[in-house]
């Protein structure tokens, strides 16, 4: 049996409908603690699983400066236990990470070999758990990902609808530099490298949506797409203020993952298109 950690996330979600009606425990901190290795000692002892896809996260960049040690035990202690945890039973772990591993200095779109040099606690937090994931554990893949939206949960995507459902106007940043991800097309991409995933095997993998977009542009497409009249207007960086600093640029190279699995990838702006459509804009 596949166990889905924080299956109650954007990603946990969606990797249930793309699974259908393949057997799988999905689980989320109420149900299972990753954080608490007596508690993952307990849940094998009840279940026989055959491998583990991770999607629990601290994932609130900006709280995550107040709250070090919780985003560290969340995003790293967490992962590091399960890594353990797989390589005992010799099952493979599928780790999701993030651009924010990055500091945005780059120019080019950053590859798997480019230096990791996060810039605030949970990008530090985010690579302690893939250094953990790819040390520990036997056979494993930690997936990099960035800008991820879907018709569930809080994103950015939905945020913007609504303020452009009930306002004139909406700032968006413009000098931050990445690829928009919807959700579903990484469950899919999740699915396949666990098809490619060899015993034995440890992969660092990156995954977008094809495209280059900053947060203004993903704005404004949604905004025009879903068929609002609020008007969205570009800002700089510096005049939207954030306890946690963002990467500038971060647009992940994906030409490793297309080559080992074969995978095929859909412009950000069909991801848009569909989210819509599922939110019934």
Not at 206 to 213: I, K, L, Q
Not at 252 to 266: F, H, N, P, Q, V
Request: proline share 4%.
């Amino acid at each position: 049996m596949l166990l889905i950690t924080g299956a109650n996330g954007q990603l946990g979600r969606c990797l249930q409908e793309v699974m259908g009606e393949q057997k799988a425990l999905y689980t989320d901190a109420a149900q299972l603690d990753i954080t608490d290795p007596a508690a993952l000692e307990a849940f094998t002892k009840s279940h026989l699983l055959q491998g583990v896809v991770n999607c629990a996260a601290y994932t609130d960049v900006d709280k995550a400066e107040e709250e070090p040690e919780r985003a560290y035990q969340v995003n790293a202690l967490g992962p590091a236990h399960l890594a353990r945890l797989c390589a005992r039973l010799q099952i493979p772990l599928v780790h999701i990470s993030t651009d924010y591993v990055f500091d945005g200095t780059a120019h080019t779109p950053l590859t798997e070999t480019d230096k990791a040099c996060p810039l605030g606690v949970y990008g530090k937090t985010k690579r302690q758990g893939e250094e953990a994931v790819l040390g520990l554990a036997h056979t494993a893949a930690v997936i990099r990902t960035a800008w991820l939206y879907s018709p569930y949960g809080k994103n950015f995507v939905k945020t913007i609808l609504e303020l452009g459902r009930t306002r004139a106007e909406i700032r968006v940043v413009s000098d931050q530099i990445g690829s928009p991800t919807y959700a579903p097309h990484l469950a899919a991409a999740v699915v396949r490298v666990l098809e490619c995933l060899q015993k034995g095997e440890k992969k660092l993998y990156h995954f977008t949506d094809e495209g280059v977009a900053s947060w203004y542009d993903l704005a404004y497409y949604a905004v025009r797409q879903a068929g609002l009249n609020a008007q969205v207007l570009p800002i700089a960086t510096r005049e939207y203020p954030t306890r946690a600093r963002r990467p500038a640029f971060s647009v992940l190279d994906k030409s490793r993952i297309k080559k080992e699995t074969g995978i095929a990838i859909d412009h950000w702006t069909k991801g848009v298109d569909a989210c819509l459509k599922k939110l019934s804009w």
